[in-house]
């Protein structure tokens, strides 16, 4: 199995970007796909996840409300739209899969995940 992310950039506050993690070797309907983010001098942070299963998504609170995941099953891709971008958004993003996964539930939990991409560094800055 292979999780390659892309998408990355520097934007201005208030702007979107649009990240994409590319699976490889598994398919998405029993995969659990999880977003973290590691910022400068700070601890690696979960932002959301995702289940295959439903298609459902959960969000952590500091991005509720701003940020989407959404999946391609013709490209076998998982998204992360980010609108209305901070600042403090600033941080190296990863994403990671974990597969089985039967659940219709996902967790944030950076332990629950196997497989890593190579991290994609988003900027936000004037």
Request: hydrophobic share 30%; proline share 3%; aromatic share 12%.
């Amino acid at each position: 199995a292979q999780v390659v992310e892309s998408g990355g950039g520097l934007v201005q506050p208030g702007g979107s970007l649009r990240l994409s993690c590319i699976v490889s070797g598994f398919t998405l309907d029993y995969s659990a796909i999880g977003w973290s983010r590691q910022a400068p001098g700070k601890v690696r942070e979960g932002v959301g996840c995702f289940s295959g299963r439903e298609s459902f998504a959960h969000y952590g609170d500091s991005v509720k409300g701003r940020f989407t995941i959404s999946r391609d099953n013709a490209k076998n891709t998982v998204y992360l739209q980010m609108d209305n971008l901070k600042p403090e958004d600033t941080a190296v993003y990863f994403c990671a899969l974990r597969y089985p996964w039967y659940s219709n539930t996902c967790s944030v939990e950076q332990n629950e995940y196997k497989y890593w991409g190579q991290g994609s560094s988003v900027t936000v800055s004037s």
